[in-house]
């Protein structure tokens, strides 16, 4: 349990570089202090031998919830008394919250990245592009689609996994959706009404890594989110502000799962303004 291997691990795996800090504990308790909370939020290190007495600890010492990332979401599942709507979509939980008696997993990934998306524009009806295909994209599509979107695109490197993706929206919303192999430079289709980067380029180190996409696509109006937190102004979120996109960068998302975590565990509706202030300390944005 020891909070530096914690520190490592976690931001190696989300942040792509070690910081003094853990940003999520960091930003959950400036929200803590300016609402007058009495709470703590801890970062424990957990190996994946001892999930299940993790669990059983929370709920022995009375934690009224806690967040979990990789590897834990997918296997924290079977030791929870149920699942939110997203997360049994998903399939991954990485916020757990204790209702009753009873310890619900929650995903507010994707919850947290539509929160910051309704800040420009309701996702009802819009034709959405997404990159990637992983654990982001699939908490995202969930998300976008279960608020209403028409039609996904998902666009990923790899077929098998973009496929994989396609085939559970498919399956389990009723969105359009569709599967695009990344050959080349991506063009952005007419008609596109959010772009989102939900791959892990452009994080902290490599900062110049460039999304292959012909920007020349990318029209005046359009939404362009990106989940990257580290730099926040990663390269296409500068491209996209200097077409004229209105641009939502990966700390809205982060930010808003947070937001939602503090009030399914407090009750209380924290000001996201004075987390993202915590967030921008953390990485001198
Ligand atoms: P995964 O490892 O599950 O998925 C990574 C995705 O990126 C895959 O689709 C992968 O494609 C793609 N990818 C990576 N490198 C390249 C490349 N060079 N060219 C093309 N595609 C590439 O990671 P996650 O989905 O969990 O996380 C992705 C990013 O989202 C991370 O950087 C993380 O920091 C960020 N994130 C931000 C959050 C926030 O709150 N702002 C919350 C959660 C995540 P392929 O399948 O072909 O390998």
Not at 116 to 139: H, N, Y
Request: a negative charge.
């Amino acid at each position: 349990m020891s909070k530096e291997l914690n520190f490592k691990q976690e931001l190696t795996a989300a942040f792509g570089q070690p910081i003094a800090e853990n940003p999520t504990q960091v930003m959950v308790e400036a929200a803590y202090r300016h609402h007058n909370l009495d709470w703590r939020y801890l970062t424990i290190e957990v190996s994946p031998e001892g999930l299940k007495d993790a669990v059983a600890g929370a709920r022995a010492m009375g934690f009224r919830g806690f967040n979990c990332t990789i590897p834990h979401k997918v296997a924290v599942i079977e030791h929870l008394d149920g699942l939110g709507e997203s997360a049994s979509l998903m399939g991954a939980v990485n916020c757990v919250v204790r209702r009753g008696d009873r310890m619900i997993g929650e995903n507010t990934d994707g919850k947290g990245f539509v929160e910051s998306l309704r800040t420009l524009t309701d996702p009802e009806g819009k034709k959405v592009v997404i990159f990637g295909a992983g654990g982001a994209a699939r908490a995202i599509s969930v998300e976008v689609a279960l608020a209403g979107a028409s039609h996904i695109t998902i666009v990923n490197r790899s077929e098998a996994r973009g496929n994989e993706l396609v085939s559970l929206l498919k399956a389990k919303l009723p969105v359009g959706v569709s599967f695009v192999p990344w050959k080349g430079d991506y063009s952005i289709s007419d008609g596109t009404d959010v772009v989102i980067n939900a791959t892990s380029i452009g994080l902290f180190p490599d900062v110049e890594a460039r999304l292959a996409l012909d920007t020349s696509t990318l029209k005046e109006g359009m939404v362009v989110a990106d989940v990257i937190p580290n730099p926040p102004t990663t390269r296409l979120v500068s491209d996209a502000r200097s077409r004229g996109c209105r641009v939502i960068d990966g700390l809205g998302m982060l930010v808003n799962q947070g937001v939602i975590g503090i009030k399914y565990w407090t009750g209380v509706d924290p000001d996201p303004s004075v987390m993202r202030r915590a967030l921008e300390e953390v990485f001198g944005a």
